[in-house]
T-cell receptor
């Protein structure tokens, strides 16, 4: 069974640009959650999508958005990039039922210069 | 509200024991534990639910004190492979996406 795939693995962007990250969940999983990981801050929840609908949202500005397609693949978009957006962005997939195991992808390392 | 993990870091010798704590200022429905090795994705260890149910790793034990809104992860007879950063995620009910993770505890096991 293939794991969670995130693309690209590494990305360098300039301040003010926008970026789109992709996450393909495990086959059959309908829930995809996105997290931002920075040194010292742990994993900060961005949002969760389930069956193409945003089900939960964390405390991030509106520059961070996402969507989910009918095949459960999800994309995350960050507009007007800031230096502080440099981070590892992780997505996690699960079946979507409460309190079940989540499977994380390897992440996309975004560097904003 | 982000849960607070303690200690922030711990160094052990192989065979020693460690306890990692996770506490929240809010009432908890569940606590989830993950381990992340350097350069790798976080990996699921365990879920502890209100009411005492646990799901997860056979070789790792944990407790969940609902009244104190705390959980502890017990690592006994540590092995080199236990090294990594441990995160607790607290659930307030509802879906997986409602997990709020702590800042992590970095565990280093030395030979």
């Amino acid at each position: 069974k293939a794991g969670v795939t995130q693309t690209p693995r590494y990305l360098i962007k300039t301040r003010g640009q926008q970026v789109t990250l992709s996450c393909s969940p495990i086959s059959g999983h309908r829930s995809v959650s996105w997290y931002q990981q920075t040194p010292g801050q742990g994993l900060q929840f961005l949002f969760e999508y389930f069956s193409e609908t945003q089900r939960n949202k964390g405390n991030f500005p509106g520059r961070f958005s996402g969507r989910q397609f009918s095949n459960s693949r999800s994309e995350m978009n960050v507009s007007t990039l800031e230096l502080g957006d440099s981070a590892l962005y992780l997505c996690a997939s699960s079946g979507g039922q409460p309190n079940t195991e989540a499977f994380f992808g390897q992440g996309t390392r975004l560097t904003v210069v | 509200q982000q849960p607070v993990q303690s200690p922030q870091a711990v160094i052990l010798r192989e065979g020693e024991d460690a306890v990692i704590n996770c506490s929240s200022s809010k009432a908890l429905y569940s606590v989830h534990w993950y381990r992340q090795k350097h350069g790798e994705a976080p990996v699921f260890l365990m879920i502890l639910l209100k009411g005492g149910e646990q799901k997860g790793h056979d070789k790792i034990s944990a407790s969940f004190n609902e009244k104190k809104q705390q959980s502890s992860l017990y690592l006994t007879a540590s092995q080199l492979s236990y090294s990594g950063t441990y995160f607790c995620g607290t659930g307030l009910g509802g879906s997986q996406g409602n997990l709020i993770f702590g800042k992590g505890t970095k565990l280093s096991v030395k030979p």
